[in-house]
């Protein structure tokens, strides 16, 4: 305690003698704060136990993720590929070690595939055929990570191609002589292949986990579901396949599943003929993908919208500055419809930079908790990508391993622990006190 009031005294000094450089200081005088604020985590429950401990499921109220009743903000991660590794014995490990330095860096959750159609490893052999020993992986990654304490994000397809996606779908379609159209958007359309799809919702939302005996439906490790990763249908810009696909999807996961929330997995592109589509998309070709933030997070069974966010891919010519600013008004945006429009949480499921990750990351946290401190609709962002060392040839050019980077695991850091000031501990944060008392 000593030590502790002596370091508080000491940060006080500091924010007192630079007070004419107010806003260079700002984020000492916020840590100033933290420290002093800090008393209010001694409550935290020391003596958890992982048996007494019934986790909960992450609810929604209006605008906002709940947790035990109480507001629910997200510093979280992308990590695609836990199932995959998890299959083969010499991999799996690299599963808990990501899972662990997850939570070691308070994270409370990780978005990630349930799905594997048709590829080496694949989850989905063909149409309804399923891998048991690759199922097992996915059990494997659930169980895990609910001993870390980290919560799922899965989603249940992709519209690329990486790991079959919705052109496996087509091609299994069309080799089953049922396909109407060899177009990869037929995956939107075709009635056999809505049904391949529901099939396979199905399976995995009903699947009884080998290791825990817990149905996934029933298992609130499982933050959420999301429908499909970056749904574009743009042989329809009109919008009306895509919109159509997710009502009936996402009605058809919550018949099976009342428990979870669900999200469609979009990148969040206005439509045509929302006004924001000159204003705010990237650029003109972002309107004509058949996609619609507002009409397709409108639809009463998707509870939380979701958005992405890669600056250096969607713009020709343009500066990092530029980037950043793009990525402050695209959020302010999007949290804007969470509160005007849609009465939803949103939440920037995906967001990468090739260069400057730092100021990246540090312009996404700062919107997220602004939004969080009003209790506005921004309720999260996971960050495209974290892997373990050794992984390269699993990266793209957003890959990182945050521990390698001092810098930015500090801002990641920072990030979960001015968040739990607003929400106070999550009970699955075992670490947190420690985390946000010595890591400044
Ligand atoms: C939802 O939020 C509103 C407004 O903050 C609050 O009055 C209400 O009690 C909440 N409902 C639940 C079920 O938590
Ligand atoms: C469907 O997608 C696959 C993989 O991206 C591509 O190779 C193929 O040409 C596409 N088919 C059509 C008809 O566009």
Redesign the pocket.
């Known amino acids: 305690m000593i030590l502790r009031s002596s370091r508080l005294y000491k940060k006080k000094m500091v924010v007192a003698g630079n007070g004419l450089f107010y806003p260079i200081i700002g984020f000492a005088s916020c840590l100033a704060f933290l420290y002093m604020s800090f008393h209010s985590f001694s409550d935290l429950r020391s003596d958890f136990r992982e048996e007494e401990h019934q986790l909960a499921f992450v609810k929604r109220?209006?605008t906002?993720f709940?947790l035990e009743?109480k507001p629910f903000y997200i510093n979280g991660w992308n990590s695609y590929w836990l199932m995959y590794h998890a299959v083969d014995e010499y991999s799996r490990p690299r599963v808990r070690e990501m899972l662990q330095a997850g939570a070691k860096m308070g994270l409370t959750l990780c978005r990630t595939w349930a799905f594997n159609d048709g590829e080496y490893n694949a989850l989905q052999l063909s149409p309804g055929q399923f891998d048991e020993r690759v199922f097992k992986a996915l059990d494997h990654v659930i169980v895990e990570a609910r001993q870390q304490g980290v919560r799922l994000l899965l989603c249940l397809v992709n519209n690329l191609q990486n790991y079959g996606g919705k052109s496996q779908y087509v091609r299994w379609a069309w080799q089953e002589g049922v396909g109407l159209s060899s177009s990869n958007d037929s995956f939107f359309f075709d009635p056999s292949i809505r049904n391949y799809f529901k099939s396979y919702i199905k399976t995995i939302l009903t699947r009884k986990n080998t290791l825990n005996g817990i149905e996934y439906r029933d298992d609130p490790t499982i933050f959420a579901w999301e429908l499909i990763n970056e749904p574009r249908c743009s042989t329809d810009a009109s919008g009306d396949t895509l919109q159509d696909w997710i009502e009936e999807m996402s009605e058809f996961v919550k018949v099976i599943d009342k428990k979870h929330l669900l999200t469609v997995g979009l990148e969040g592109f206005y439509g045509p003929k929302n006004p924001k589509a000159l204003t705010v998309n990237p650029e003109q070709w972002a309107s004509r993908l058949g996609s619609d933030f507002i009409r397709n997070s409108k639809i009463p069974s998707i509870d939380f919208a979701s958005v992405h966010m890669y600056p250096d891919h969607w713009f020709h010519d343009l500066e990092v500055e530029d980037h950043l600013k793009f990525v402050t008004k695209w959020m302010l945006s999007h949290i804007e419809d969470g509160e005007k429009e849609l009465n939803k949480p949103v939440m920037f499921t995906e967001f990468g930079l090739a260069d400057q990750l730092d100021r990246f990351y540090k312009t996404i946290f700062d919107v997220i908790y602004k939004s969080a401190k009003k209790h506005q609709a921004g309720a999260g962002a996971l960050a495209w990508q974290f892997l373990v060392a050794g992984m390269d040839k699993y990266n793209d050019e957003f890959g990182i391993v945050p521990w390698e980077r001092p810098s930015t695991y500090k801002l990641i850091i920072e990030q979960t622990c001015r968040l739990a000031k607003i929400q106070g501990p999550i009970l699955e944060q075992r670490n947190l006190k420690e985390l946000c008392l010595q890591k400044q």
Request: net charge neutral; aromatic share 0%; hydrophobic share 0%.
């Open positions: 109220n209006g906002q709940t009743g």
